[in-house]
């Protein structure tokens, strides 16, 4: 089940849509889920596509940078930067809430498709 922000959340808790990298502070609302946040806006632009090619089959895409210039890019990568950093810290959360519970970095590390020392290197905060 997701949370959103509630209104006594302080308005500088910085939560950022993983979809459009958007803060909390620019959007109305903001879902938050296991690892991912998406805002009030980017669910009604994912209602639009769904209502639109409902009765379509589903095919691929080509890459959203194809229609975007080399501004447009430049200046979206900044926010695409700020999602992987909130879904690392994230998965940290995550991985430092199953060492509590007394899970074994073996069993992390397969989850993750890592090896055992690979999981301790990247979350043990050991060096």
Same mark, same amino acid.
């Given at each position: ?20 990298? *958007? ?5 109305? *609302? ?21 209502? *639109? ?17 080399? *501004? ?56």
């Amino acid at each position: 089940m997701g949370m959103t922000m509630s209104p006594q959340t302080p308005a500088t808790a910085q939560i950022w849509c993983s979809f459009c990298g *958007k803060s909390n502070t620019e959007v109305g *609302k903001l879902v938050a889920g296991p690892g991912v946040q998406i805002c009030d806006e980017c669910v009604g632009v994912a209602e639009a596509i769904m209502a *639109k090619y409902r009765d379509q089959p589903a095919e691929l895409r080509l890459p959203v940078w194809e229609s975007m210039s080399d *501004k447009q890019m430049l200046a979206h990568i900044p926010r695409m930067a700020v999602v992987a950093r909130q879904v690392e810290t994230d998965l940290r959360f995550w991985v430092a809430e199953l060492r509590r519970r007394g899970v074994t970095w073996s069993r992390i590390g397969a989850a993750l498709g890592i090896t055992r020392q690979s999981a301790w290197e990247r979350f043990s905060g050991e060096q």
